[in-house]
């Protein structure tokens, strides 16, 4: 696919601040924060930005390629698009119009269990490329139906997630009373009356929901009623009698996300994953928490020949996937950087946020004379 950037927003910052712009503030700070004071949040960008790597301009170069394999399947980048709940809130038909993106360019697209697009209709889009992540169900007859939908679906990758044990304490959307769909209180009626662009498309898509859950949830549930819906349904915390059964059943790869401590990293391996992603959710889980970089490199070190290390959480550029690959990661995820392009551009907004990391990243690998998505560990300090 042609790389085609729009020249008004050359960085993932400059789209982050036309969704402030152009969506609803309960929307935008649902996205853009995370949790408690955001230390976590801060540190994984500031940390990860710390990597540093050298250059070899003397060296003969024949060209950089980013085609990376994982899995099997060899992709255009080494980057994909993380899982993200309740997209259609912060911008109409987000998902679909993500999932497309993704499959013209040939990375990974990862569709969250709580997002507003089904795991039938993200398949559709993408020829069954779609991987799909898995909040854990608290009753078996629930959890093997929507495998076997994910199974139906030809989905070749399962997420399950291991860092949503508690769900993040989250300010903002504390004081914004956010609910799906959302609640129109005074205060919200004003904030989608100033963003008419972000109504229109509302109207015309309808009301977000939860389009996987639909066929076993209530309707019309505010924040807490939601919570406990969440709570009642879905069990948080995993551990092996969870994984077991889950293993023995999913017939693809499974792939443990939220993984942040070498503890963990053992477990995976020793209930058979085929890869874990380093990831601490964004910064939305645990404030106190270390950036992924730091555990990404031990983890990467000890175990990387044991299984797939990604990572996820702060990357915002081309540069920072390189960092991030430097650091020991096979492929890398991102979250925001995909949800401010769409909620800043709308439909055009996934082919320029893919469009406009490939550009960096391409840039960075030829400067560093890195030919191969492999070789960036040995460019760096
Ligand atoms: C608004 C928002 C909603 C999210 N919802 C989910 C979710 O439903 N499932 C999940 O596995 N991760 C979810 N995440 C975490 C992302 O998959 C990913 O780990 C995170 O966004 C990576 O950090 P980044 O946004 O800094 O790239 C969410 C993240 C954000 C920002």
């Known amino acids: 696919m042609a790389l085609k950037i729009d020249t008004r927003y050359p960085s993932i910052d400059d789209l982050r601040k036309k969704a402030q712009k152009k969506i609803p503030k309960f929307a935008f700070e649902y996205l853009d924060g995370g949790c408690n004071e955001d230390v976590n949040l801060i540190r994984n960008t500031a940390e990860l930005r710390d990597v540093q790597l050298k250059p070899n301009y003397l060296r003969k170069h024949s060209g950089s390629s980013q085609k990376t394999k994982l899995f099997g399947v060899e992709y255009d980048a080494p980057f994909g698009i993380a899982p993200v709940g309740l997209q259609g809130l912060m911008w109409p038909n987000s998902p679909e119009i993500l999932a497309k993106a993704a499959f013209e360019h040939n990375i990974p697209f990862i569709l969250s269990t709580v997002t507003t697009t089904s795991i039938e209709r993200a398949s559709e889009l993408t020829e069954g490329k779609a991987w799909f992540q898995l909040y854990h169900p608290t009753e078996d007859r629930l959890r093997d139906d929507i495998i076997k939908r994910a199974e139906a679906a030809e989905c070749p990758v399962l997420v399950i997630l291991c860092d949503v044990p508690t769900f993040g304490f989250r300010p ?46 209530p309707k019309g549930l505010d924040l807490k009623q939601l919570g406990k819906f969440m709570d009642q349904t879905f069990s948080g915390r995993l551990n092996e009698e969870k994984i077991k059964p889950i293993r023995d059943m999913w017939k ?38 270390e950036s992924t970089v730091k555990p990404l490199s031990r983890i990467a070190e000890k175990y990387g020949d044991k299984i797939e290390v990604m990572v996820d959480s702060g990357l915002r550029s081309g540069p920072d996937v390189a960092r991030a690959m430097a650091s020991g990661a096979k492929f890398t995820f991102m979250g925001r950087s995909f949800m401010y392009g769409v909620s800043a551009l709308g439909k055009q907004g996934g082919n320029h946020t893919i469009s406009l990391l490939k550009t960096e990243l391409q840039q960075v690998m030829e400067q560093l004379c890195c030919e191969k998505t492999s070789d960036f560990p040995e460019h760096l300090i």
Not at 178 to 203: C, F
Not at 268 to 284: E, K, M, Y
């Open 172 to 217: 903002r959307d504390i004081r914004n009373g956010l609910a799906m769909p959302p609640k129109m209180s005074v205060k919200n009626i004003l904030q989608v009356l100033g963003k008419p662009h972000w109504a229109m498309q509302t109207l015309k898509y309808g009301q977000p929901n939860f389009a996987n859950l639909l066929p076993y949830m």
């Open 252 to 289: 693809g790869k499974l792939v443990l996300k939220g993984v942040a401590s070498e503890y963990d990293t053992e477990e995976a391996i020793r209930l058979g994953l085929d890869g874990i992603i380093v990831s601490n959710h964004g910064g939305r889980q645990l404030d106190a928490g």
